[in-house]
Nanobody
Framework: QVQLVESGGGLVQPGGSLRLTCVAS???????MGWYRQTPRIQREPVAA???????DYANAVKGRFTLSRDNAKNTIYLQMNDLKPEDTGVYYC???????????????WGQGTQVTVSS
């Protein structure tokens, strides 16, 4: 049973930084991993994703401010978030694929989420 555990959320002022961590356990190999967020106005939307070989992609809203990295030996991904804005507020969910695409539902893993609040 794969489990994803997120940490690093919190309250930060606009312009500040946070680093989110997602640790996966219970799997020998995971493929693409990434982060989604759910805000009061928008259903869950993709933020960033990284392949098993380290190629990262970002939503336009976070390009240049967020950096996603990965440590395959630790089954862990890190999302460094800089220059945070109030519109970045939301619950951030870690996601991981247990197979290459197309990914069946039973191999599409989600964490419980961590709250990020950007406010003065």
């Amino acid at each position: 049973q794969v489990q994803l555990v997120e940490s690093g959320g919190g309250l930060v002022q606009p312009g500040g930084s946070l680093r989110l961590t997602c640790v996966a356990s219970g799997s020998n190999k995971l493929y693409t991993m990434g982060w989604y967020r759910q805000t009061p106005r928008i259903q869950r939307e993709p933020v960033a994703a990284i392949t098993e070989d380290g190629s990262a992609d970002y939503a336009n809203a976070v390009k240049g401010r967020f950096t996603l990295s990965r440590d395959n030996a630790k089954n862990t991904i890190y999302l460094q978030m800089n220059d945070l804005k109030p519109e970045d507020t939301g619950v951030y969910y870690c996601n991981a694929f247990g197979s290459p695409p197309p990914v069946p539902a039973e191999l599409d893993y989600w964490g419980q989420g961590t709250q990020v609040t950007v406010s003065s």
